[in-house]
T-cell receptor, first 117, second 119 residues
Framework: DSGVTQTPKHLITATGQRVTLRCSPR?????VYWYQQSLDQGLQFLIQ???????AKGNILERFSAQQFPDLHSELNLSSLELGDSALYFC????????????????FGAGSRLTVL | AQTVTQSQPEMSVQEAETVTLSCTYD???????LFWYKQPPSRQMILVIR??????QNATENRFSVNFQKAAKSFSLKISDSQLGDAAMYFC????????????????FGQGTILTVHP
C-alpha cells in the first residue's frame, strides 16, 4: 500500500457520460498530480495541485477538470466521455523538501481504470 | 520543454544475469531529478531509484544502480542478478528542481521499456 488511495478502481461507463475519480494523498503530502496512461501514449501529465491551488497544467482536455479540497483530497472530473478517454488514471502525491529526505518523490496510487463503451 | 527518450521498447535477460536499460533526456536546466519507476503487471507505479543532478555519485539501491552522465544527458539503469520479479515495464522520468518554473513538480516520463526475465 503506497498510502495514496484512489477510488474507484474500475469504472465502466458509456460515451457522453460524466465520471468523477477521487484521490486521497499520503498523509502530509500537499501536492497532488493526475496522470493518464493509455496504451498508445504512455504516461501523460494532466494537472498538479499544491495545497488547494492549481500549480501546473499539462495536456488536460477542456472536458476534464480537477480540484483539490481543503482536506487535500483531489477529484478529477471527466465529462462528455469519448471512447478515447478509456485509460488508467493515476493520482500521485509528494511533499516538499530534499530528495534525500524522501521529498520531491512522487508516490502513486493504484490507479483508476476507466472503460468507455 | 523537457523530453525523455527510452530507445529500447523491449529488453530481455536471463535470471541471475545483468541488464542495462537506456534513457536519455533533453533539458536546458542544470538542476533536476531523475527517476526510474517500475510498473509490474499489477500496473502499480513503484519507485526503483532516484538521482539528483548535482550529485556526481551514481545512485544505488541494492541490485539496482544507475550510470548518470550529465554532459551526455544519459541516465541508464543497471539491474544486477536479475530476478523473475523484476519483470515489468520500466519508466525513466525527469523532474525539474526549479521551484519557480512552470514545469516544477511534474514528472515527464519516457515511453517505457518492457523487461522480460527468463528462468
Amino acid at each position: 500500500d503506497s498510502g495514496v488511495t484512489q477510488t474507484p478502481k474500475h469504472l465502466i461507463t458509456a460515451t457522453g457520460q460524466r465520471v468523477t475519480l477521487r484521490c486521497s494523498p499520503r498523509s502530509g503530502d500537499l501536492s497532488v498530480y493526475w496522470y493518464q496512461q493509455s496504451l498508445d501514449q504512455g504516461l501523460q501529465f494532466l494537472i498538479q495541485y499544491y495545497n488547494g491551488e492549481e500549480r501546473a497544467k499539462g495536456n488536460i482536455l477542456e472536458r476534464f477538470s480537477a480540484q483539490q479540497f481543503p482536506d487535500l483530497h483531489s477529484e478529477l472530473n471527466l465529462s462528455s466521455l469519448e471512447l478515447g478517454d478509456s485509460a488508467l488514471y493515476f493520482c500521485a502525491s509528494s511533499k516538499t523538501g530534499t530528495l534525500s529526505s524522501g521529498a520531491n518523490v512522487l508516490t502513486f496510487g493504484a490507479g483508476s481504470r476507466l472503460t468507455v463503451l | 520543454a523537457q523530453t525523455v527518450t527510452q530507445s529500447q521498447p523491449e529488453m530481455s535477460v536471463q535470471e541471475a544475469e545483468t541488464v542495462t536499460l537506456s534513457c536519455t533526456y533533453d533539458t536546458s536546466e542544470s538542476d533536476y531529478y531523475l527517476f526510474w519507476y517500475k510498473q509490474p503487471p499489477s500496473r502499480q507505479m513503484i519507485l526503483v531509484i532516484r538521482q539528483e543532478a548535482y550529485k556526481q555519485q551514481n545512485a544505488t539501491e541494492n541490485r539496482f544502480s544507475v550510470n548518470f552522465q550529465k554532459a551526455a544527458k544519459s541516465f541508464s539503469l543497471k539491474i544486477s542478478d536479475s530476478q523473475l520479479g523484476d519483470a515489468a515495464m520500466y519508466f525513466c522520468a525527469y523532474r525539474s528542481a526549479n521551484a519557480g518554473g512552470t514545469s516544477y513538480g511534474k514528472l515527464t516520463f519516457g515511453q517505457g521499456t518492457i523487461l522480460t526475465v527468463h528462468p
